[in-house]
């Protein structure tokens, strides 16, 4: 079993930063590959970015690419999301998610966070 829960969100102004973090526990998490989705309101899990174990290799959703870069410390079990340039559009429920295959789909992941709020003021 994992264990995860997220926390750094937040409201913010268009244009500032903010970093979202992934508290990981369990026995297998370091093996895990983990992601993070987002749910704007109203709309369908999105996938924001993933990443596989020990940081060897990420990928990332269309509309982050450039703005949002996610990073892990497999020695303190921790998930994190630096989100840089936000916009309005970015305002969501955000998700940690971990799991055994880097799939966008929200289904293919196994394991969730409780979520965290982050709204972007225009």
């Known amino acids: 079993q994992v264990q995860l829960v997220e926390s750094g969100g937040g409201l913010v102004q268009a244009g500032d930063s903010l970093r979202l973090s992934c508290a990981a526990s369990?026995?297998?998490?370091?093996?895990?590959?983990m992601a993070w989705f987002r749910r704007p309101p109203g709309k369908e899990l999105e996938f924001v970015a993933g990443?596989?174990?020990?940081?060897?290799?990420?990928n990332y959703g269309d509309s982050v690419k450039g703005r949002f870069t996610i990073s892990r410390d497999d020695t303190k079990n921790m998930l994190y999301l630096q989100m840089n340039s936000l916009r309005p559009q970015d305002t969501a429920v955000y998700y940690c998610?971990?799991?055994?295959?880097?799939?966008?789909?929200?289904?293919?992941?196994?394991?969730w966070g409780q979520g965290t709020q982050v709204t972007v003021s225009s």
């Open positions: 998610a971990a799991g055994d295959a880097m799939q966008t789909s929200a289904r293919s992941w196994a394991y």
């Open positions: 369990g026995r297998t998490v370091s093996t895990k590959k």
């Open positions: 990443i596989y174990w020990s940081g060897s290799a990420t």
